[in-house]
């Protein structure tokens, strides 16, 4: 083989092994993200959400104690704090997932 393809002591096939080996990695940390679930609260757990690392609702439950109709907006306000909360666990438990493969190199289109 070619001196050029010897790089660090690895030869180019090695590499590309490598490298395969990394995108089969990274393909399943992405599906076990994308059905792992994280929850939320808010108001006290008046509101529940649980959302997968895929960035999806699963599950929203109100507490129907939190029914006012005097006070619509402290309902939507606890829904949206609610659902704010679990996209953010969500999207860091992804990261956390994805990082554990990439070693922490910020890879553009992961997550």
Known sequence: MARGYNMGGMNRNQM?????????QLIAAQQK?????????AGG???????????????????PDALDPED????QDMILAAVNDVLESAE??????????????????LF
């Open 16 to 24: 590309m092994a490598q490298a395969r080996k990394m995108q089969e």
């Open 33 to 41: 993200a994308a059905t792992t679930e994280v929850s939320a609260s």
């Open 45 to 63: 757990g008046a509101v529940k959400v649980t959302a997968t690392g895929g960035m999806r609702l699963t599950s929203l439950t109100i507490d």
């Open 72 to 75: 619509v907006e402290m309902l």
């Open 92 to 109: 860091q438990m992804a990261s956390q997932q994805m990082s554990a493969i990439t070693g922490g190199l910020n890879i553009p289109g």
